[in-house]
């Protein structure tokens, strides 16, 4: 269990000021929990905080930024963007070079199991094109192309220790630095930080329609932002009418039929496998 009074991470996070510091906020559970590390005086601050919008993002998600996370970093007076997506590219749901779709859906193309469910599942681009691209458009717009290169810029990812596989070496003008996962925090301490600096308990951050969706929280949205669900539900209608093998769960039926369990898939999701590194549930 985290403590907070007193807390020394195992190992600390190594951090250059001569490099720009970008805190790349998946907006999700871990990002949330380094923003109040900074607040804390656990970590240094950066120069910005930036988030991608993905214009398909859940609901409880914005509203937690804007409620609990925005007022911290107006405090420490660090600037924190939101940056649409459609303000720095083109591209949404399809790669207009190969025409295929960028989420990575479930897909009985290849056929069904003896259980009914898909066979198949695509990789996922969005997350790169839609998160990771965008913030670098973004910052290249607002501070100048030369000005970061000159200076280099160390962008701060959230994954944590139990994540090993996300870890990606990075060097050049886009450094990759891991704060979590230098100071050996799992994604549970992450949770345990933020609940124990006085903010609630900060949701996964996720787009309303993505395949990578545990079942749990499927049931959850189905419940809580109805909303949204309905959202999900024409998102599968609206993919179908290009390619009807293309489900946004592994049943292969209607998300409104799809027979979720609580404790499904919560376990056995790849994200490595299926999210192409951008900054999704971070
Ligand atoms: S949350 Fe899912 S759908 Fe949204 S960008 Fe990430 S992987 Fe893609």
Partial sequence: MIKIKNFIPAR???HNPNRFNVMSSGMGTQSNAIICMIHAGILP???????????REASNVFEYQKKHIQPLCDEMNIPYYIVPKSQFTNVDLVQPSSGMTLAGYYSEWDG??????????QPGYCSARWKR????RFLNKKYGQSYLTKRGVDMWMGMSLDEPKRIKVTTGKWHRVYPLFEMMIT????IQFVEQYGL??????ACWMCPNRRESEWLWMKENVPEDFKKACEHEKEIQKDNP?????????????????SNGMDEQLDLVQFCDSGMCFV
């Avoid at 609630?200 to 951050?205: A, E, G, M, Y």
Wanted: hydrophobic fraction near 35%; charged fraction near 35%.
């Fill in 187 to 190: 994604r549970q301490m992450a």
């Fill in 45 to 55: 601050k950066p120069d910005v905080i930036v988030a991608a919008d993905t214009e």
């Fill in 245 to 261: 093998h293309l489900w946004l769960t592994k049943y292969g039926v209607p998300l409104a039929d799809a027979p979720l369990k």
């Fill in 12 to 14: 600390q996070f190594k």
């Fill in 112 to 121: 069904r199991k003896e259980n009914g469910e898909c066979r198949g599942k």
């Fill in 200 to 205: 609630p308990t900060p949701p996964r951050s």
């Fill in 133 to 136: 691209e965008v913030i670098e």
